[in-house]
Structure formats: structure tokens, C-alpha cells
């Protein structure tokens, strides 16, 4: 296999790979396209001709043809599965998906990306947030990796593209007084129960949800996360393994265990008016006849509730406040992240770095103090040698 280089302009080049013989007195030939210096390209032509990596020949394959294809070979979650969907058939495709997947450049999935930033909203009211677009970002890379992957491409013009900006939002949470006055506040009514189980336990909402009286053990104080429920337009309710894919048991502060006993006698006495029995796999929280709550459902409802409440916080917030409970009371981190479910130590530690600050300044004092405290004790001993 032969190659060599052709300059189209300053910077850009073609990168011809000979294919072998002709073919019906054609040469066979791929032309790639190539930004760089000179030197980049040849070395980019070298590892071709080394690796004998070349373009299978995909016709007039479009982007969209491709990405079409894909999403729907996706293996995931139903919701992640619908949230893929979405975004590149209402999203990438209409923008992009007339292009050949051979000759998709960077500069054009830049000026995507600014249009999006400037006018990309479907009802025409405006522009996306960086974080939409950028989530578009993540997904046109992880296709067209695949599709190197799949040498349907040998380069992905992601390489050259800059994704937006995307500030790190400031979390919400409540400190340990709001936290008591909210759960004061949702005494009677339907939000008692998930508050309680978020803000002392960490539970995310699915997990609340899907929780069964078969997995709380209220005579040893714990709770074990074995599903989480989701919510999508075409398959409904469906349970599935936690966000971290494995269980996790927590232990159960007496406060929870008392009101969890509370909440368990009035579903039995609920149960009996309706002519029926509360069993092991009836759900924690459920409507008065056992259906399981929808997600979504809750969602509006909270939105709702907490409209003209200060802080006004979302209900996945209460599950940061209890983290930064957990860190601000000295709980070991390793501690804080298996209650959690997260899959690392570092992903607690990141989420939750504002308040290690902190936890710094007071880990310096004690340090500060106990170590003052030995070097006195030691003067001590030394002037009564003396």
C-alpha cells in the first residue's frame, strides 16, 4: 500500500492511500481529509499505510442513515434509551444528518453547535443551554468513535471540535435546621415519607419509589436498595438496578425506624378498609391500594409544593443535604460514598468538595491542638526531669 500528500490549503490536507491495482482502468484510491502541519500529516499517512487502515467504501451513507442506525443498537437503560433518541433525531440529524459520514468536518459540527447556542430551541423561542448542546456533544462523540471503531471512518472529526462551555452548577442543599423544619412541614402530607427516607438515608427518588417492605428490616435497623424505578412514554413504570448497578444496605437512624413504623401501621389499616393484607413485596410508598407512585407524577406534585416554600429546592436535593450531613458530622467519606451508591470514593469527594473546606480548617485545629497538647505534656515531663 502507497500513499502521499496533497496540500488544499494552508493547513489542510489530502491524505491519498493507494487501494492496489485499477479497476476497470480506475485508479483506487481514499481520500482523507486532514488538518495540521505538514509533518503531522505525513505521520498520520505512515500510520495508515502501516497499519493498512483505510475507508471501507460506505457509498453515500449520510450521517443521519448512521446515526439512526445506532441509537437503536444502544444498550442501555429504557429512560437513557429515550433521552438518546431524542437528541439525535430532534436534534442532530435534522442539523446534520443530510452530510455524508465520510465527509463530516469539525467546522461543520462547530457551526451546529453555535447555531444551537443561538437559536436551537424547537419552538423557536431562542437558544439551548450549553449543557443540551454539550450533552449532544457527548453523544456525536460516542458515535463516531464507534464508528472508527467500526472503520466505517479511520479519523473523528471530534478530535477538532470544541464542545460549549458548561458551568459547574452551584448546589443547592439545606443545612441541618431547614432540613428538621421541612420534615416538620411534610408531616401529613403525601411527601412525608420520600423527605424522610431522602434526608435521612440519601435515597434518590427512583430508589424511594421502587422500595419494598421485603427489603426494610426495622428490627435491625437497616434498608437495602435493590431497585430503582423509571418512568419513559412507551414502556411506563419498569424497575431496574440502582444507578451504581448493585445493592447497598443502610442503617436506619432511630428517628426513621420509629416513623417507618408509624407509616407500616397506617398502610396495614389502609389495606383492611380495602379488604386486603400488606405483603412483603408491597411498595414503602405507594397510593392507599398499594399502586406503585409514578415518577413523574411525584415530580409535578413537588414542583407544586415547594413553589412558594423558602429554599425552594428540588427533591434531588435533599439527597445533598444529607451527604454534606454526613461529611460536616466527621462521617469517614468511604463511609458517606457506600451509603450513597456511589461507585467511588473520588466521585463523593468530587460532588461534595465544597464542603471540604471545612472540614479542613477543622481537621487543622484538631491536629493544631492535640499536637500543642503533646509538646506541653512533653515540656511538662522535661522540667520535672529537671
Known amino acids: 500500500m502507497k500513499g502521499h500528500l496533497r496540500e488544499r490549503s494552508p493547513g489542510k490536507w489530502a491524505i491519498v492511500i493507494d487501494l492496489g491495482p485499477r479497476e ?30 483505510t475507508l471501507p467504501d460506505t457509498g453515500k451513507q449520510t450521517l443521519g442513515q448512521y446515526l439512526d442506525k445506532w441509537v437503536d443498537e444502544q ?28 465527509k463530516l468536518t469539525a467546522d461543520q459540527i462547530n457551526a451546529h453547535y453555535t447555531k444551537a447556542l443561538a437559536n436551537g430551541r424547537l419552538d423557536g423561542k431562542g437558544g439551548l443551554s450549553p449543557a443540551s448542546v454539550k450533552y449532544q456533544h457527548i453523544l456525536l462523540n460516542k458515535a463516531l468513535t464507534d464508528a472508527v471503531r467500526r472503520t466505517l471512518l479511520v479519523r ?9 462551555h458548561v458551568e459547574k452548577p452551584t448546589m ?4 441541618l435546621g431547614q432540613a428538621a423544619q421541612l420534615i416538620e412541614d411534610a408531616r401529613g402530607t403525601r411527601f412525608f415519607v420520600p423527605v424522610l427516607l431522602a ?12 422500595l419494598r417492605w421485603a427489603n426494610v428490616d426495622l428490627a435491625n435497623a437497616t434498608l437495602t436498595v435493590l431497585e430503582s424505578m423509571e418512568q419513559t412514554r412507551q414502556e411506563g413504570i419498569r424497575l431496574k438496578r440502582p444507578k451504581s448497578g448493585r445493592g447497598r444496605v443502610i442503617d436506619l437512624p432511630s428517628m426513621a425506624i420509629a416513623e417507618l413504623r408509624k407509616h407500616r401501621a397506617q398502610q396495614e389499616s389502609d389495606f383492611e378498609k380495602l379488604g386486603a393484607r400488606l405483603r412483603r413485596e408491597s411498595f414503602v410508598y405507594a397510593y392507599e391500594d398499594g399502586t406503585p407512585i409514578k415518577r413523574d407524577a411525584f415530580s409535578n406534585a413537588w414542583d407544586h409544593w415547594v413553589a412558594n416554600r423558602e429554599p425552594r429546592v428540588r427533591f434531588h436535593d435533599l439527597r445533598h443535604a444529607h451527604a454534606t450531613h454526613l461529611l460536616t458530622q466527621g462521617v469517614h467519606p468511604k463511609v458517606a460514598q457506600e451509603r450513597l451508591g456511589h461507585s467511588s470514593v473520588a466521585m463523593t469527594m468530587d460532588i461534595y468538595s465544597h464542603v471540604l473546606p471545612g472540614m479542613g480548617a477543622e481537621a487543622a485545629k484538631k491536629v493544631g491542638d492535640a499536637l500543642t497538647a503533646a509538646m506541653t505534656k512533653t515540656q511538662d515531663g522535661g522540667a520535672a526531669d529537671r
Open 172 to 175: 443547592r442543599t439545606l443545612d
Open 75 to 102: 444498550r442501555i437503560g429504557a429512560k437513557a434509551l429515550e433521552r438518546y433518541k431524542q437528541i439525535v433525531r430532534r436534534n442532530i440529524i435534522p442539523a446534520l444528518g443530510h452530510i455524508p459520514l465520510r
Open 199 to 210: 434526608l435521612t438515608c440519601g435515597l434518590r427518588r427512583g430508589e424511594i419509589m421502587a
Open 24 to 53: 476497470g482502468g480506475r485508479r483506487r484510491q481514499r481520500w482523507i481529509s486532514f488538518r495540521g502541519s505538514k509533518r503531522a500529516a505525513q505521520n498520520e499517512l505512515h500510520r495508515l499505510i502501516a497499519t493498512r487502515e
Open 156 to 164: 473523528n472529526p471530534m478530535d477538532s471540535v470544541n464542545p460549549p
